[in-house]
């Protein structure tokens, strides 16, 4: 029953994504202003040194650019910044490989873990090899200084005409390059994988709780409670329409059926109930066995054409309608009786642990008896609904009863709700005599 609130898909936007990409931003920023600086010094050297500082600008300023690709996502973005530091790279070794930053073919790849994560190890593991590839050839081949006259394409054809004969301890290089790019690549690898589960668990446990939150609790008091845990919630709404109803021969149900059928048709009644309180805009305050309760006019913020005494008198005849359908060819019958009062109310959350909305005042306990005195299958209303709502519905009144504390009462049926006021009906909702 539960399982729409565990695996539904979560709403919540996803903050490893964000926070990868602030770490690749602020890597791209802190490249720019090292490049900036540089062509900054590089300018004020003279004019032999323009070349260079314009070309560390331009690097600079590509760099900056990859601030500017979030929209396009994160894969884009770590792809171009790394399409970036090998431009760099060319750029640097063009001159020789005295400035040693070809290094960062060392631990470069291993790093687009923490910036990608875990599941990208297939195109981390083939970044890592060519980097891996391409430091070890620049170490061996390319000189610290290139000759004047000469450039790194000369260096590069040379080393091919004279058959790349290597040193033993060129192989020794070889090796412990292997090993330390090995154990870089193989560390970075699981510790992200370890984070990516343990992210992956809070996000879903906390994706969780932010939706129990807001199946417990009425959105706009959810936020308020998650914005100030600490703050108490109380209000006093004026004017209040209340809906209680109680399921009529709902004991005598469960004794002959069992808990299986009984659990079956509480949630089988309970859920089209929810889906009828939102399609209504009105809020469900809370069940208490077989009773159901739900309130409206408590959010100032739902506009609706008809006002909430309206709509709550609609929500009534469905949800008897809902009964008859659920409990057609069950035994015992069952069939719902229902009360509708309107007035002043308390609202506010209490408890600790398990918090929980609800409402309370004299409007409350009226509703209960319209209620507790009707009759099954019948919506029985206050005389204050009654008036609020008379243009939209067809009343029958009863027999005045009395209500310990506020004295005699003149109730009524509740028979049909027009969708208009009675000058121009054009569809009614009726309840079965």
């Known amino acids: 029953m ?128 060519l980097s891996a590839a391409l430091f070890i050839y620049i170490s061996l081949v390319v000189p610290l200084h290139i000759p004047p006259g000469e450039t790194i394409w000369d260096i590069i054809a040379q080393s091919y005409q004279d058959g790349f004969v290597r040193q033993p301890q060129d192989v020794i290089f070889i090796v412990l390059i292997l090993g330390i790019v090995s154990a870089l690549f193989f560390t970075s690898y699981s510790a992200n994988a370890a984070i990516d589960r343990y992210e992956d668990a809070l996000e879903k446990e906390f994706a969780v709780s932010e939706r129990l939150i807001n199946v417990l609790l009425p959105s706009r008091i959810a936020k308020r409670i998650k914005a100030h845990p600490d703050r108490l919630i109380a209000e006093r709404i004026d004017d209040a329409t209340i809906l209680f109803s109680d399921l009529s021969g709902f004991s005598e149900f469960a004794a002959a059926n069992g808990a299986r059928a009984t659990v079956k048709l509480l949630g089988s009644v309970f859920s089209a109930f929810d889906e009828l309180v939102l399609s209504y805009k009105l809020e469900k305050i809370k069940t208490i066995g077989d009773s159901y309760m739900v309130a409206g006019g408590l959010d100032p913020s739902v506009k609706e054409a008809q006002p909430d005494s309206v709509r709550m008198a609609a929500l009534a005849i469905d949800m008897i309608a809902t009964v008859e359908r659920v409990t057609d060819n069950l035994h015992p019958k069952v069939s719902l009786r229902v009360g509708i009062h309107k007035g002043p109310v308390i609202a506010g959350v209490i408890g600790g642990d398990k918090p929980f909305f609800d409402v309370w005042g004299d409007t409350v306990n009226i509703a209960s008896r319209m209620e507790s005195t009707g009759e099954p299958g019948r919506v029985q209303i206050s005389p204050e609904v009654r008036d609020e709502i008379a243009e939209y519905v067809d009343c029958e009144r009863r027999e005045v009863i009395n209500i310990k504390g506020n004295g005699e009462i003149q109730p009524y049926w509740l028979l049909k709700v027009h969708d208009k006021p009675a000058t121009s009906h054009s569809s009614e909702r009726l309840i079965k005599g």
Not at 29 to 56: E, H, M
Request: no cysteine.
């Open 2 to 129: 539960l399982k729409h609130i565990v695996d539904s898909e979560n709403p919540i936007d996803d903050g490893k994504i964000r926070r990868k990409m602030q770490v690749v931003n602020v890597a791209a920023f802190i490249a720019s202003l090292g490049f900036g600086f540089t062509a900054f010094y590089q300018f004020q050297l003279g004019p032999d040194w323009r070349y260079l500082a314009w070309v560390n600008f331009g690097l600079g300023f590509a760099a900056l650019l990859t601030m500017t690709l979030d929209r396009f996502g994160l894969e884009v973005k770590v792809a171009y910044f790394t399409v970036w530091l090998f431009l760099f790279l060319a750029h640097d070794i063009s001159v020789g490989k005295n400035g040693e930053d070809h290094l960062v073919l060392l631990v470069g790849p291993p790093l687009l873990f923490y910036f990608l994560g875990a599941a990208y190890w297939r195109w981390i593991t083939l970044i890592t090899i």
